[in-house]
Every structure is written in C-alpha cells, then in structure tokens.
C-alpha cells in the first residue's frame, strides 16, 4: 500500500511564502508523475502544479510565477513553493501520484493552506 504524506501548511499573510513537501511512504513504488492539487470550499479539486519523472512541468494560469514545483525521483518526494501567496490560494492541497508501472493513481490526505488579508 503506497502512502503519500504531506507537510508543510498552514497560515500566512498574503504576499508570504510557503513549502508544502510530500513524499511517498509504504510499498515504494516508481511514480511516471506526481503533482499538487487544491480544493476551496464548494469548489471542484483542481490541478495546481505535476512533473513527471522526467522533468515536464505543468502549472496551472494561475499560478504560474509564483509557485515553482520540484520532485526527487530517488526520494519519491515531490515539493511545491509557494511565493507571493494570495487570498484565493487558500484550499486543502493534495499531492498525487501515479504509479510508473500500473498507472494506479494516489492521493494524500491533504494540508491546508490559509493565506490572510
């Protein structure tokens, strides 16, 4: 059974930082790609950043030149920093893996991010 496990919410000003990290934990397996989602209160989860085991970078509009994704294929372990926060990036993040071999996709248990006016 393989585990995703997140650190590093909480609450900040707008304009502050923050460094979610998640890694993998349990039956170790190799990811094709793994990612940050969000999801605000009566809103759909939503893409925020992926990079595959190659190095292919996503990010969603919003959030391009303020959050910056990086992952250690070794490590199984995926990061996400966050810069020039806003009020509207406050959500539950959620890191995802999928699975190199089956393709079976994984999800942590989500860290919340407040960012404050």
Known sequence: QV????SGGGLV????SLR???AAAGS???????GWYRQAPGNQRDMVA?????GNINYADS???RFTVSGDNAKNTVYLQMNNLKTE???VYYCSAISFF????YWGQGTQVTVSS
């Open 3 to 6: 585990r995703l496990v997140e």
């Open 13 to 16: 000003q707008a304009g502050g």
């Open 20 to 22: 979610l990290s998640c």
């Open 28 to 34: 170790i397996t190799s990811f094709t790609s793994m």
């Open 50 to 54: 992926t990079i595959t085991n190659i």
């Open 63 to 65: 959030v391009k030149g």
């Open 89 to 91: 990036d406050t959500a």
């Open 102 to 105: 089956t393709r079976d996709s």
